[in-house]
């Protein structure tokens, strides 16, 4: 095992053009549980009933109550030690970008300065009338039922994709270009099974990356297309790794 955090350093010192693809498992080390799961929201709340846009439009305040758990979560959260190793890979110029399925802003306040949402960010506000977009600070948790747009009164929601809603196309677009450039992408505390995110390690193997994996657990992705399965939380690996570069 040690000889593959080595040779994954070496790597990235040889091919310098690294993406990180991450999901919820990298935020667990932050106290953030992952959806699905033991300690998973979905295990609380049914998410077509809470999650999806029409139980948004139809019935917000009851929404809201998962939406300020959700946030209070969040907001209490900071970035773990993978998080400040993937901003350290960056300042050190191997790592170009992070694509995330996460919602909870973690990367940007660890360094990371292209980080590509793909599923929207928690610690924004969106007006689903007029799209004005706010600063989701703290104290609106406590505003009920909900909290309203001081443009057009209309509800606000936090700018994350909800079931039924389309992944924004600035970050598709953003995505899939750094999924060509590419040389090493690393698949960081993702199952694999939530898309279209999950296209984008096939995309980056069939454009010729090297695919780093660091989970828990295999996945669809470590059997097709995995180069190294790195086994362990990646607070534990990504700062190993570090080490060798």
């Known amino acids: 095992m040690a000889d593959d955090y080595k040779k994954v350093a070496e790597l990235i010192k040889e091919k310098g053009y690294v993406v990180a693809f991450t999901g919820a498992g990298i935020s667990v080390d932050s106290g953030i549980p992952a959806f699905r799961g033991g300690q998973g929201l979905w295990e609380k709340y049914d998410p077509m009933e809470y999650a999806h846009i029409s139980a948004f439009r139809s019935n917000p305040s009851k929404v809201w109550v998962m939406l300020r758990e959700m946030a209070g979560v969040i907001f209490s959260s900071s970035p773990s030690p993978a998080h400040i190793a993937l901003a350290d890979l960056e300042k050190k110029g191997f790592l170009k970008a992070v694509i995330t399925q996460n919602v909870d802003g973690l990367h940007q306040l660890a360094g990371n300065t292209n980080v590509i949402e793909y599923h929207g960010n928690h610690r924004w506000l969106i007006c689903i009338g007029c799209s004005k977009k706010i600063p989701f600070e703290p104290h ?71 695919i780093v994996e660091i989970n828990l657990e295999h996945t669809p992705f470590t059997s097709s297309i995995t180069d190294y399965f790195l086994k362990g939380t990646a607070s534990e690996v990504l700062p190993r790794i570090l080490q060798h570069i």
């Open 140 to 210: 609106v948790v406590n505003v009920t039922p909900y909290p309203r747009c001081d443009n057009c009164s209309q509800a606000l929601k936090p700018d994350v994709v909800f079931f039924g809603e389309g992944i924004p196309m600035v970050e598709m677009i953003r995505a899939n270009d750094e999924v060509s450039r590419c040389r090493v992408m690393f698949i960081i505390g993702t199952s694999g099974v939530v898309y279209p995110a999950a296209d984008l390690p096939y995309q980056a193997k069939s454009n010729g990356a090297v």
